[in-house]
């Protein structure tokens, strides 16, 4: 489930102290970035992920929560967030599989779909259209026959 509360600058400012409070001699397991992007690779773990100011992208695990200030998070096909994933004034895009255990937080962050639910959702939309196309083309052939019908007679 998506969240889109309103927040206060207390609520702000308590987020970034939370984040601010990933212990240094972590720093080896968790992954904080200040104005530069970053990239938890494929079969890569890390514990936490803060990034301010910046965008991140997920294609191993993040055990903890993921958390982008002022940027894109993109999580990929075959990531894993076991925590939260949170954005403040940015952008989400998760693609088809990712898998997210915690909640997914949205402070003025938009969302949308990574390329492979985008083209799921086109190969549904032509099908549909297929759809329509056929039961259009059987009504009008059942026009057009009773059409021929009242003009034989």
Known sequence: MIRSPSISSGLAAALVLAALAVPISAAAQSRVTFGGD?????GETVDDL???GADARVDGRVRGDAIV???RLEVGPDA???GDQVVLGG???????????????GIGASYSDGPAAAA????????????EAREAGQLAAEEAREAGQLAAE
């Open 80 to 82: 894993v967030i076991d």
């Open 120 to 131: 799921e959702e086109a190969r549904e939309a032509g099908q549909l259209a297929a759809e």
């Open 38 to 42: 970053t990239w938890v690779r494929p």
């Open 69 to 71: 200030f002022g940027g």
């Open 91 to 105: 952008e989400v895009v998760t693609s088809h599989g990712a898998r997210v255990s915690g909640d997914r937080v």
């Open 50 to 52: 803060v990034v301010f």
